[in-house]
């Protein structure tokens, strides 16, 4: 994909705002132009008749006969009546321009007033508790104990319809002078389109057309239909213009998206842009583009050095985007684009403060509350109403939100604020970003290609085929969690865990062969894409850390051998060593890398280096140990300058570092002569100053770092004497507890304490 692929034309793609919609034409009554639906339309709630003719004149139409249905809401989205306007054709009774457009004065603070209108004849019938139809409106999914539910029961079994259950108050979002000032300056990075588009083509083309849940074709529209519109506003940025461009996007926010079973994608999107444009798709485009200003370009000795290459443009993407977020909370949104924007804005504080950060903890919880009051945790069903792209993304959303989930709380030692006793699962199907957009004889033979359980027959790993493995494996890893945190016998645990690997064999046997074969056979490079690379080098290293983690439970609960844990940890290590240094995943997947550094890599060498001190520590050294002397310590070392060449402005960079500063002393702790404190204190000083006479050379991990990263010193820390033995390293090392006890005792050690 090229950035000429991106390009469009400024020529307006939506009907001209002189044209009536075809009730208010024959109505003989005033439209205010919206699309997908006018005003008036949506307050007679006559939208599916809500049709802008391009020559209402010319040609004689019977009722209803000869256009396209114009997509009408979905049961799953409350109405609500606001009117909003193009910036750039105000109405001709407006006699200046003002925030929101109000038709009275409006006193600070300002209000936009909005007035959420009866649903019962879109609600769904009152049936059995067999029969039960979940309810998601302001409140979001109710489930079985709701108070709704009472109502459900006790009206259905009486014949009895039931009343309309949601009120017609008047609902106010008051904004103060400093929200709309906050909304316009959010605008204001807008203002140099041709750099966001480079940013979100280049993306797309680093991740081939998917980022995390928002697909290149989407974006794409959205982009085609932002500038054409409002590009000379926001080029300008004129106050009074910005300013009722910002009343546009707030009123467009508080209005849920329309659509129907048979609505296109490129429909679904265009009524988030142009005049529909929201505050979820402006934070989204920031998210997107801040992902791949994280990301190094590609080194060309004739390029010039950009300013989006700083590590300050992806924190000003996050600003943006934690700015729109707190924006559609304002408005209540709660809908795709806002767990879309959740998503994506997670993916941005992943790459900037670390996967397993405390703000990347909270906003996977914001995640998970989310997708639950849209009913994700259900299932989608036919009643839904959604068309077939946006049933697909739904699945892949909650498979991807339950999975994140269950990996940060694994690695945290947390109990998951999602569990998947209380889920329904609907695997996603394992098809392309734009495989999922098409439509009528070309999807039914994109579909024609895939097996019997979903997967694609080409041998290639997509996103999906990623989304789709995760999903099988995440309950396991839940059920392992449970048995780490949960209180058990050992032999409830035993039992628990033989259950646990039958079922894991039993999902490896439903997979494809191609897939099978990457758990333990080689990986094979040859004609495969970087992309695809890191999807296989992911889903291997999420087969082993399974068994891993398992295996630590174990022993820790069960008091299992640890042969069977350092055989899976050293396979680990191994392929995390030769993955870093692989240049071509190092420069487009720097973050991604230093991730399975920190969390596959750590976890690893800490459970190798704990058990190589164990059995250096031995009165009778092993004729045939289990980890081989030499090799071990070369790989730790090699593993140790891994993380020091970590870049300091990644989010992984603190746990990282901690991690090379516990190899480095076990190392030194191994290697160090017996009974000779002097002779440390010596090997201390004679170190540092060759570290301050001789910089280190380029390490074979090659990624390119910022300018705060060159100063960096990666450097191996002194001897240790005997004094390391107060931290335990015994057969209770928390090495081998949950990652939590090892994140906890990193955090306690003192760095600074010196060491004679």
């Not at 889903?539 to 350092?566: C, H, M, P, T, Y």
């Not at 480095?664 to 170190?687: F, G, Y």
């Not at 010193?713 to 939590?740: C, I, K």
Request: net charge negative; proline share 7%; glycine share 6%.
């Amino acid at each position: 994909m090229h950035l000429a692929y991106w390009e469009f034309s400024l020529d307006s793609l939506l009907p001209a705002s002189s044209r009536s919609c075809e009730p208010c034409r024959r109505s003989k009554l005033r439209c205010d132009h919206v699309v997908p639906a006018c005003g008036r339309c949506v307050r007679r709630r006559c939208v599916d008749q809500c049709i802008y003719h391009p020559n209402p004149l010319t040609q004689n139409r019977r009722k209803g006969g000869g256009t396209p249905p114009t997509p009408v809401a979905s049961t799953n989205d409350e109405s609500s009546v606001i009117i909003a306007r193009s910036i750039e054709t105000p109405s001709p009774e407006t006699e200046e321009p003002s925030f929101l457009t109000p038709q009275t004065p409006i006193p600070r603070p300002t209000e936009v007033v909005t007035r959420e209108v009866h649903r019962a004849a879109s609600a769904p019938p009152l049936n059995f508790r067999d029969e039960y139809t979940s309810h998601t409106g302001k409140q979001g999914f109710l489930g079985e104990t709701s108070y709704i539910s009472i109502f459900e029961d006790g009206l259905g079994t009486s014949g009895v319809s039931g009343p309309d259950l949601e009120s017609s108050h008047v609902h106010k979002v008051k904004l103060s002078q400093d929200r709309i000032a906050q909304g316009c300056k959010v605008l204001g990075f807008l203002k140099d389109n041709s750099l966001l588009i480079r940013l979100v083509s280049r993306w797309y083309e680093v991740c081939e057309d998917e980022c995390c849940i928002c697909i290149e074709p989407i974006m794409k529209e959205w982009l085609w239909g932002l500038w054409p519109h409002h590009g000379d506003v926001l080029r300008d940025q004129n106050p009074d213009k910005i300013r009722r461009l910002c009343g546009l996007v707030w009123r467009n926010s508080q209005t849920p998206l329309t659509f129907n079973k048979n609505t296109t994608a490129a429909q679904w999107a265009r009524s988030a842009t142009g005049p529909g444009l929201r505050w979820e798709v402006i934070g989204l485009i920031a998210a997107i583009a801040g992902q791949c200003a994280s990301t190094p370009e590609p080194i060309d000795k004739d390029s010039k050095p950009t300013k989006f290459t700083q590590s300050l443009f992806p924190r000003q993407m996050s600003e943006v985007a934690e700015a729109c977020l707190s924006f559609c909370r304002d408005c209540d949104s709660l809908g795709d684009l806002f767990a879309w924007l959740l998503m994506e804005n997670f993916c941005l504080t992943g790459r900037l403060k670390g996967e397993t950060s405390h703000a990347s903890y909270t906003q996977c919880g914001e995640i998970v509350a989310a997708a639950v009051a849209m009913g994700l945790h259900q299932g989608v069903k036919e009643e839904d109403g959604l068309p077939f792209f946006l049933s697909e993304l739904r699945k892949r959303l909650f498979s991807q939100t339950y999975s994140a989930e269950i990996g940060i709380s694994t690695f945290l030692g947390r109990p998951p604020r999602l569990s998947h006793r209380y889920c329904k699962f609907q695997a996603p199907l394992d098809l392309t970003a734009p495989q999922l957009v098409l439509e009528g004889d070309e999807l039914a033979v994109a579909l024609a290609t895939l097996d019997d359980n979903g997967y694609n027959t080409a041998g290639k790993i997509y996103r999906g085929t990623w989304i789709k493995i995760w999903q099988g494996f995440s309950p396991k890893r839940e059920d392992i969690l449970d048995l780490a945190l949960a209180q058990y016998t050992p032999e409830e645990i035993l039992i628990r865990a033989e259950s646990i690997e039958r079922r894991c064999a039993q999902h490896m046997e439903t997979l494809p062969p191609f897939i099978q074969k990457i758990k333990d056979g080689p990986i094979e490079y040859e004609g495969k894409t970087p992309t695809e690379i890191m999807f296989m080098i992911v889903i291997r290293q999420a087969f082993r850390s399974n068994d891993l983690l398992l295996q630590r439970v174990l022993i820790r609960k069960a008091g299992a051998s640890s042969e069977k844990l350092i055989n899976i940890a050293r396979s680990i290590l191994k392929d995390i060593l030769l993955m870093s240094q692989r240049h071509d995943l190092g420069m487009l997947f720097q973050t991604d890398m230093a991730s399975l550094l920190a969390v596959q890599g750590l976890r690893s060498a800490g459970v190798i280096a704990v058990e190589l001190l164990k059995q250096e520590q031995l009165p009778v050294y092993p004729k045939n140990p289990l980890l081989p002397r030499s090799q071990t310590i070369q790989d730790l070392a090699i593993f140790a300058a891994r993380l020091g060449a970590i870049d300091p402005s990644d989010g992984s960079f603190s746990i990282c570092d901690q991690g090379r500063k516990v190899i480095t002393h076990i190392l030194d702790k191994i290697l160090s002569p017996p009974n000779a404190p002097d002779r440390c204190q010596a090997s201390n000083a004679t170190s540092a100053l060759q570290d301050q006479a001789h910089q280190p050379s380029q390490p074979n991990f090659e990624i390119p770092t910022t300018e705060a990263a060159q100063g960096y010193s990666w450097q191996v820390p002194g001897v240790m004497d005997s004094t390391m033995a107060d931290l335990n390293f015994g057969m209770e090392a928390p090495f081998l507890g949950p990652d939590n006890d090892f994140m906890q005792w990193l955090e306690n050690m003192d760095w600074e304490r010196p060491f004679q």
